[in-house]
């Protein structure tokens, strides 16, 4: 497996295309006005390595589209190469708004033993595309907008419940790192867990 995810991970490839890749895609309209003057939510947590950090290569991202910010992130290679094997990296295109929670690469190493290797087989595809559609919601959502029990309704078509408590933002379970990443057609909030359909 380890062999595997360091070959995927040099792919130049970003995260963001499989939200691009459904930019005609109907789902319940989840978002409020995408021009919000709420200040944004702190919810980062500290990292204790620096080039550790999931904003790293974060700093000025308003200008650049999700496919450019992604690309500046190292903790996101797994996520792209998980793409380049669904198929989905190649349909990137303008579009949006769009919210990406996108797991690291711990959260990709937290899962069971073998799971990725799987995933990443041609014979998995498709359940790999609802895996990674599943953490893409149509619309552009600050932190500030999202509320405690709210549902949204995903690309992939199920449902993920938003909790907040003490400032901290979750989405299924999986805590927000680092929210509201800017982007000229939407917003990444990093997340500590892979989101499964159920």
Known sequence: MTAAKTSLRVLPTCFVALALAFGTASCANNTPDT???????????????PAMAP????????????AENATAVPQMSTLTAALQAAG????ASSGGPYTVFAPTNEAFDAL?????????KPENKSKLVDILTYHVVPGSMMAADLTDGQELTTIEGKKLK???????????????LKADVKSSNGVTHVIDKVLLPQ
């Not at 904003?55 to 999700?66: F, I, V, W």
């Not at 989905?88 to 349909?91: F, P």
């Not at 033993?113 to 799987?118: E, F, R, S």
């Open 35 to 49: 021009a919000t003057t709420e200040p944004a939510m702190d919810t980062e947590m500290p990292a204790t390595d």
């Open 55 to 66: 904003d790293a290569g974060m700093d000025d991202t308003s200008g650049k589209n999700l």
């Open 88 to 91: 989905l990296a190649d349909k």
């Open 112 to 120: 069971p033993a073998g799971t990725l290797t799987d995933l990443l």
């Open 162 to 176: 938003v909790s907040v408590s003490g400032g901290t933002v979750t989405v299924n379970g999986a805590s927000v």
